[in-house]
Protein backbone atom coordinates (compact mmCIF):
# COMPACT_ATOMS: atom_id res chain seq x y z
CA UNK A 1 0.00 0.00 0.00
CA UNK A 2 1.58 3.36 -0.76
CA UNK A 3 1.30 6.15 1.80
CA UNK A 4 -0.74 9.33 1.46
CA UNK A 5 1.46 11.60 0.13
CA UNK A 6 1.64 15.59 1.71
CA UNK A 7 -0.20 17.20 -1.35
CA UNK A 8 -3.42 14.51 -1.16
CA UNK A 9 -2.91 15.25 2.74
CA UNK A 10 -3.18 18.95 2.46
CA UNK A 11 -6.19 18.92 -0.80
CA UNK A 12 -8.02 16.64 2.07
CA UNK A 13 -7.35 18.87 5.03
CA UNK A 14 -8.42 21.78 2.83
CA UNK A 15 -11.82 20.54 2.02
CA UNK A 16 -12.79 18.70 5.18
CA UNK A 17 -12.01 22.37 6.66
CA UNK A 18 -13.91 23.99 4.22
CA UNK A 19 -16.99 21.45 4.16
CA UNK A 20 -16.84 22.49 8.28
CA UNK A 21 -16.39 26.09 7.40
CA UNK A 22 -19.54 26.16 5.42
CA UNK A 23 -21.54 23.91 6.93
CA UNK A 24 -22.30 22.26 3.82
CA UNK A 25 -21.43 18.55 3.61
CA UNK A 26 -22.43 18.19 -0.27
CA UNK A 27 -18.70 19.86 -0.92
CA UNK A 28 -17.19 17.08 0.37
CA UNK A 29 -14.82 15.60 -2.47
CA UNK A 30 -14.93 12.39 -3.08
CA UNK A 31 -11.22 12.37 -2.15
CA UNK A 32 -12.42 13.26 1.27
CA UNK A 33 -15.27 11.05 1.37
CA UNK A 34 -12.61 7.88 0.18
CA UNK A 35 -10.24 8.80 2.85
CA UNK A 36 -13.40 9.43 5.42
CA UNK A 37 -15.52 6.54 5.04
CA UNK A 38 -12.68 4.23 5.38
CA UNK A 39 -11.63 5.76 8.72
CA UNK A 40 -12.51 4.05 12.06
CA UNK A 41 -16.16 4.97 13.23
CA UNK A 42 -16.89 5.75 9.95
CA UNK A 43 -19.68 3.77 7.95
CA UNK A 44 -17.94 2.76 4.74
CA UNK A 45 -21.42 1.25 2.90
CA UNK A 46 -22.83 4.60 2.29
CA UNK A 47 -21.76 6.21 -1.18
CA UNK A 48 -20.73 9.49 -1.52
CA UNK A 49 -24.43 11.26 -1.63
CA UNK A 50 -25.57 8.88 1.17
CA UNK A 51 -22.42 10.13 3.29
CA UNK A 52 -23.01 13.63 2.63
CA UNK A 53 -26.95 13.29 3.65
CA UNK A 54 -25.77 11.75 6.91
CA UNK A 55 -23.50 14.22 7.79
CA UNK A 56 -25.49 17.26 6.30
CA UNK A 57 -24.76 19.46 9.42
CA UNK A 58 -21.21 20.49 9.67
CA UNK A 59 -21.07 19.69 13.63
CA UNK A 60 -22.26 16.41 13.36
CA UNK A 61 -19.01 15.40 10.91
CA UNK A 62 -17.04 17.32 13.22
CA UNK A 63 -18.18 15.60 15.88
CA UNK A 64 -17.83 12.11 14.56
CA UNK A 65 -13.84 13.30 13.58
CA UNK A 66 -12.98 14.54 16.54
CA UNK A 67 -14.64 11.28 18.66
CA UNK A 68 -12.80 8.79 16.45
CA UNK A 69 -9.19 10.27 16.63
CA UNK A 70 -7.83 7.52 19.21
CA UNK A 71 -9.07 5.05 16.59
CA UNK A 72 -7.49 6.31 14.24
CA UNK A 73 -3.55 6.57 15.23
CA UNK A 74 -2.64 3.07 13.96
CA UNK A 75 -0.39 2.83 16.96
CA UNK A 76 -0.76 -1.27 16.63
CA UNK A 77 1.14 -0.91 14.22
CA UNK A 78 5.12 -0.74 14.19
CA UNK A 79 8.30 0.29 12.17
CA UNK A 80 9.22 -2.09 9.77
CA UNK A 81 6.04 -4.36 9.93
CA UNK A 82 4.00 -4.54 6.23
CA UNK A 83 1.97 -1.45 5.38
CA UNK A 84 3.75 0.59 8.88
CA UNK A 85 4.21 3.68 6.35
CA UNK A 86 0.61 3.94 5.11
CA UNK A 87 -1.25 3.40 8.44
CA UNK A 88 1.46 5.66 9.91
CA UNK A 89 0.53 8.61 6.63
CA UNK A 90 -3.37 7.71 7.62
CA UNK A 91 -2.51 8.71 11.15
CA UNK A 92 -1.01 11.85 10.37
CA UNK A 93 -3.73 12.86 8.25
CA UNK A 94 -6.28 12.25 10.61
CA UNK A 95 -4.25 13.86 13.56
CA UNK A 96 -4.19 16.84 10.92
CA UNK A 97 -7.56 17.05 10.43
CA UNK A 98 -8.46 16.93 13.93
CA UNK A 99 -5.99 19.41 14.69
CA UNK A 100 -7.29 21.94 11.99
CA UNK A 101 -11.00 21.13 12.68
CA UNK A 102 -10.95 21.30 16.37
CA UNK A 103 -10.75 25.17 16.26
CA UNK A 104 -13.54 25.82 13.07
CA UNK A 105 -16.68 27.37 14.74
CA UNK A 106 -19.63 25.98 12.45
CA UNK A 107 -22.18 28.96 11.85
CA UNK A 108 -26.15 27.46 12.46
CA UNK A 109 -27.56 26.77 8.93
CA UNK A 110 -31.29 25.37 9.37
CA UNK A 111 -32.39 23.53 7.23
CA UNK A 112 -35.41 20.66 6.83
CA UNK A 113 -34.17 17.79 4.60
CA UNK A 114 -37.02 16.22 3.38
CA UNK A 115 -37.99 13.64 0.92
CA UNK A 116 -40.56 14.78 -1.93
CA UNK A 117 -42.22 14.22 -4.64
CA UNK A 118 -42.05 16.05 -8.00
CA UNK A 119 -46.06 16.52 -7.30
CA UNK A 120 -44.61 19.07 -4.24
CA UNK A 121 -42.21 20.90 -6.38
CA UNK A 122 -45.00 21.38 -9.04
CA UNK A 123 -47.25 22.38 -6.07
CA UNK A 124 -44.91 24.87 -4.84
CA UNK A 125 -44.07 26.21 -8.13
CA UNK A 126 -48.16 26.83 -8.92
CA UNK A 127 -47.98 28.82 -5.42
CA UNK A 128 -49.13 25.97 -2.70
CA UNK A 129 -47.33 26.70 0.50
CA UNK A 130 -44.64 24.60 1.68
CA UNK A 131 -46.68 22.89 4.51
CA UNK A 132 -49.41 22.26 2.30
CA UNK A 133 -47.31 20.90 -0.62
CA UNK A 134 -45.80 18.44 2.05
CA UNK A 135 -49.28 17.28 3.72
CA UNK A 136 -50.44 16.14 0.37
CA UNK A 137 -47.43 14.48 -0.54
CA UNK A 138 -47.13 12.68 2.89
CA UNK A 139 -50.94 11.80 2.73
CA UNK A 140 -49.73 10.10 -0.78
CA UNK A 141 -46.70 8.42 0.03
CA UNK A 142 -44.70 9.80 -3.05
CA UNK A 143 -41.61 11.00 -2.04
CA UNK A 144 -38.09 12.12 -3.64
CA UNK A 145 -35.79 14.36 -2.06
CA UNK A 146 -35.18 18.00 -1.52
CA UNK A 147 -33.89 20.13 1.53
CA UNK A 148 -35.89 23.32 2.25
CA UNK A 149 -33.54 26.72 3.62
CA UNK A 150 -35.16 28.67 6.06
CA UNK A 151 -35.01 31.61 3.59
CA UNK A 152 -37.42 29.56 1.78
CA UNK A 153 -35.04 28.50 -1.32
CA UNK A 154 -35.29 24.76 -1.75
CA UNK A 155 -32.63 22.24 -3.62
CA UNK A 156 -33.06 18.94 -4.80
CA UNK A 157 -30.37 16.39 -3.01
CA UNK A 158 -30.33 12.16 -3.96
CA UNK A 159 -31.26 11.07 -0.75
CA UNK A 160 -32.71 11.55 2.77
CA UNK A 161 -34.69 10.20 5.23
CA UNK A 162 -38.63 9.62 4.93
CA UNK A 163 -39.13 9.34 8.78
CA UNK A 164 -37.50 13.51 8.62
CA UNK A 165 -39.81 14.29 6.28
CA UNK A 166 -43.03 12.55 7.79
CA UNK A 167 -41.61 14.02 11.45
CA UNK A 168 -41.18 17.55 9.61
CA UNK A 169 -44.45 18.00 8.17
CA UNK A 170 -45.96 15.92 10.97
CA UNK A 171 -44.55 18.69 13.23
CA UNK A 172 -45.13 21.46 11.11
CA UNK A 173 -48.73 21.08 10.12
CA UNK A 174 -50.33 21.85 13.26
Partial sequence: MTPITE????????????VLRTNHSQKLSKQSYGFLCLA????????HNGFC??????????DDILRHRN???????????????????KADLY??????????????????????????RQLISDG??????LII????????SIVFNSDGSYTQ???????KAKGWVEENSK
Fill in 7 to 18: KEKAAIIKNIAE
Fill in 40 to 47: SGFIAHYD
Fill in 53 to 62: SYYGFGNVLK
Fill in 71 to 89: ENLYSHFHPGERDYEYYQS
Fill in 95 to 120: KRICDTISEIKISPRRTWHLEVGSRV
Fill in 128 to 133: TSIVHA
Fill in 137 to 144: QYNEHKFS
Fill in 157 to 163: HTSASLD
